[in-house]
């Protein structure tokens, strides 16, 4: 048989130059290539020697006959893929990776399994010198899937990984920063796919959802994060956040709640607050949720801001008689809050049992409410309503003889109330919505109940 394979050389080399032998490698020139095994169905041919010569003169450096060897085992044997590997080989030896790339190509294409080790890597680096990491990615950690036992490969494609990944986020975050939004969501989607067990890549990627206003995915995106993290704290706060704009105020306060239970944060507590105030709201009667406005209130609107945002302040002391014998409030919205404020004596019924729930309230009503519940503050706090009560103040348009002077007085001496231009207390003032909170609001804080 050999005597047959070297009548083929002969034969086949008749119109080349003279046959050189093949040079004994003892220190390869090229030691980090890998050799592509000729499988045993192809070893018995003349392109086997060919093969076998021409990996001898690359790896002593002389590229041109290693070239020249490889070629003529293709000519003999088109779909002999070792030598495409070799002369993929060969060119990398060249530095020449576009013109390796495409040996490495149809030697992939041509062998059956599609997982030549040596094919793999050398596609790997050409398109790793071709600046092609992804692709050159996916060359080696094809390579270590069909020989795990190739070490230094897999060591060098967990630091492409990484390296990768570190690439993909850059673009992302700058694609993000610039408003590309769907180029930054791509960018994230590769990093993620890279490294699917890192929380940060959806907690960034759920910002760029929350810019492009797609709230689903964003709320999918840090539910995963916060999956992968118990300690993602800030992941819970943006689900909070979408969730309390959505209306969801259970949903929000418990995902509030459960970043707090990771770490303290002040502003998220202040936000605990505001959405269980916004979820009460939302229980309470069209009516009250229209007060802050409204261009004038009523009776009853005074009397259900009272009701509701003192009701500690109501608590105890003088209580009315004539609160039972209100006739005008039964199917008032505002009816159980009336009788409150009614029995403490905050705000009474007139002489013939009504309460006139929607009569329009003046400043020298709410003065009068005021002062009633700053008594209420003295009595529960002694000497605390001393200042208060002790004020004579001087009023342009409310003489010291006035009837509702002493409540005008320290209501405005205890901060709740203020006076107009030309030192006024406006006393037929029509109060609206938001003035009427405002002082609801400042006696609550001079109680310590808000």
Not at 208 to 225: F, I, P, S, T
Not at 310 to 321: E, F, I, K, N
Not at 338 to 359: L, S, T
């Amino acid at each position: 048989m050999r005597k047959l394979l070297l009548a083929a050389l002969v034969a086949f080399s008749a119109c080349a130059p003279k046959i050189v032998p093949a040079p004994v490698v003892t220190a390869p020139k090229f030691p980090e290539y890998m050799q592509p095994p000729v499988p045993p169905s192809l070893a018995a041919g003349v392109p086997a020697m060919f093969q076998s010569r021409g990996w001898a003169f690359l790896q002593s450096g002389d590229l041109r006959t290693a070239e020249r060897e490889f070629s003529a085992a293709l000519r003999t044997s088109p779909d002999f893929y070792p030598a495409e590997t070799a002369l993929g080989y060969v060119e990398l030896a060249r530095k020449d990776a576009k013109a390796a790339l495409p040996h490495f190509d149809r030697a992939l294409e041509l062998m059956p399994q599609k997982n030549d080790v040596a094919a793999l890597v050398g596609r790997g680096e050409s398109l790793l010198a071709l600046n092609r990491e992804a692709d050159a990615l996916g060359a080696f950690s094809a390579a270590v899937a069909a020989d795990p036992s190739l070490a230094d490969l897999a060591r060098r494609v967990e630091v492409l990984k990484f390296r990768n990944a570190e690439q993909g986020l850059a673009r992302a975050r700058e694609a993000a920063r610039a408003g590309r939004l769907d180029e930054a969501a791509q960018a994230y989607a590769a990093a993620i796919a890279a490294s699917p067990d890192s929380p940060f890549l959806y907690r960034e990627l759920a910002g760029v959802d929350r810019q492009k206003g797609d709230l689903d995915a964003a709320l999918e995106h840090l539910r995963k994060a916060a999956a992968l993290d118990a300690g993602d704290a800030r992941s819970l706060q943006q689900i909070g956040e979408i969730l309390e704009g959505r209306g969801d105020f259970q949903g929000a306060e418990k995902a509030y709640i459960d970043a707090l239970a990771i770490e303290p944060n002040s502003e998220i507590e202040k936000r605990v607050e505001d959405l269980r105030a916004s979820a009460a709201l939302a229980r309470m009667p069209a009516e009250y949720r229209a007060i802050d406005q409204a261009p004038q209130v009523t009776r009853a609107d005074l009397a259900a801001l009272i009701g509701i945002r003192l009701a500690p302040l109501l608590q105890g002391g003088r209580r009315s008689s004539d609160a039972a014998l209100i006739t005008d409030v039964r199917n008032n919205w505002a009816a159980t809050w009336i009788v409150a404020v009614a029995r403490a004596g905050v705000m009474e019924p007139f002489a013939n049992h009504a309460f006139q729930p929607r009569a329009v309230v003046r400043r020298v009503e709410l003065a009068q409410a005021v002062a009633r519940l700053l008594a209420r503050i003295d009595a529960q706090s002694p000497g605390r309503g001393k200042a208060w009560q002790a004020a004579r103040l001087k009023f342009s348009d409310l003489s010291s003889t006035h009837l509702a002077y002493p409540a005008a007085s320290m209501a405005v001496a205890a901060g709740v109330l203020q006076t107009a231009d030309n030192n006024a207390f406006q006393p037929s003032k029509v109060v609206t919505g938001a003035e009427a909170i405002d002082a609801i609001d400042k006696v609550g804080a001079l109680a310590g109940t808000r």
